[in-house]
């Protein structure tokens, strides 16, 4: 039997090195897992960005040692500008990444030859595609030089993700360069506009002309780019089943594999250590809430639970709207049954505004002051108590009152005066450039943080980043200090907030609309058990499907926190479900496969 030929892995895409959705979370996370099994075999390829490369990218001289090395040393002698070396991240992998300016002259050139042989009309299209388009051909000339240089004695795969990647693709194949490949799409162009945009867009997916929709869109060019990459590859995979359809119906193809996305998950050595930074976490977002709240409506912290939303501002896809509407039911139910809980609802996404809140942010210093000064007493009332223990004769307590220095007394009396108010505390804590449809939906239904209201809410229209003065957490210390996440999204190819959620042991709600909470229900037949709860919005009606979220958190707030940490530690113990060590192996198979049907 002829020995086994060596193997060479290419990983490409837009967001190597270059952060702008999830796509970077899966190529980045998924990197220790294939350094790992590939080793020196492996390379990513990506678009070069001087400000990010000189964060993230450590460049190593190029030899002609390797054919990787050859290659890049021709292209550069052609004029191009590709840089090789490290990716400054956990698994440092090596990249290649291509200055896309050194071949914008030719775009015209590349685009004509596209149009002569695949048909694909890139006339008046945004700069962007003109730089996928060029980012396309700079690892097309790579790919070919390459597989040149192996001479048929290594077997290469190329793992394309998403259109911006793959624009060359088609004249790879067309071309018969000895290299199989994988496409990925993490979701379809069109998905995305007509999701958003179509009423019932799952009932009417098989219905839709793709050629006609991407023009009406204005998006042509991506869709066809989209669609032959999808075409032309030796084997086509997506993330989720329901990304899937969207392959069949707007790119003509089944899939053949799905891969589903994972994270790098930290596990501690002992349970309790997650436990503890909930409890951390949680108390530096009830330090916010106490000083957006107190002022006017204090409320029992130890009874008040955190729930959060995330993400981008699509106000249907992200399922925001059936969340707010399910929030007034809730409110509603906790206020009928007379419940002693408090929930303040976290809106995180990205909407523009001009400043945070100069109230919010006053109210925040405020309160910092008193804690001042409640120290500043404390110091002083814990000397005068010790030395009076010390130097007494009897065992009489002495009176604490006495020692609180009447500067200080004053002093905390007049901040706490100046601080309260009657003013409903804000509902967004930043200033924002116009009203927006969360705003909209919370007038609608009166949850405007009323004084009788059990349900609060603080809209924050930016992400949440270390450096934010109002809650001095990360993103992922914010999720660890949060009680629930909520995601019932409409349209979600995978879905990374509520896997996040659940790598922090976490509980968390998704929909089976989205990828992940449809493979959770694939092979977690219990998945309830192991907190994370899945709205149907594929077979109930809106208003179904909102009083079924509105029922699944009433029965969360109703738990006590006994149940609450027993379900933290449930959470926490599947979370290892989704580390890419036990997901690569579906990115093994697509490679397995392509080499097989690339031989065929
Ligand atoms: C963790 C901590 C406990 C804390 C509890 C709060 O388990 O280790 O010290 O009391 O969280 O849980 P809760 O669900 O009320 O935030």
Partial sequence: MAAEKKKYLFEIAWETCNQVGGIYTVIRT???SMVEKWGEDYALLGPYFPQTASAEFEPIPVTDETPLGRAIISLRQKGLGIHYGYWLITGKPKIVLFEL???LPEVDAIKGRIWDNHKISTLGVEELVNQ?????????LLLTEVAEEHKNKTQLVAHFHEWMASTGLPDLKKDKVKISTVFTTHATMLGRYLAGNVPNFYDVIENFDWHKEAKHYGIEAQACFERAAAQK??????????????CQYFLGRIPELILPNGLNIQRFAALHEHQNLHSKYKESISNFVMGHFFQSQPFDLDQTLYLFTSGRFEYSNKGYDITLDALAILNRKMKEAGSKKTVVMFFVTKQPYHSIDPEVLHSRAVLDEIRENCHAIEKEVGEHLFKASASSSDLQMPDLNAFVDEYWRMRLRRTVQTWKTNARPK???HLLKQEDDIIRNLHRTNLLNNPDDKVKVVYHPDFIVSTNPLFGLDYGQFVRGCHLGVFPSYYEPWGYT??????RGVPTVTSDLSGFGDYMMQIMRDYE?????VVNRKTQSYQEAAEQLANLLFKFVQQSQRDRITQRNRVESI??????????????TAHELAIIKKKR
């Fill in 132 to 140: 996928t388009i060029v980012f396309g051909e700079m690892i097309r």
């Fill in 498 to 503: 509520p896997l996040e959620c659940m790598a």
């Fill in 233 to 246: 590859a030796d084997v086509l995979t997506t993330v989720s089943d329901i990304t899937a359809k969207e």
């Fill in 427 to 429: 509902v967004v804590t």
């Fill in 529 to 533: 058990q192991w907190g994370v709860s």
């Fill in 30 to 32: 998924k990197v220790p």
């Fill in 101 to 103: 300016e050194t071949l």
């Fill in 575 to 588: 979370a290892d479900t989704f580390d890419w060590s036990n997901l690569r192996s579906y990115y093994d």
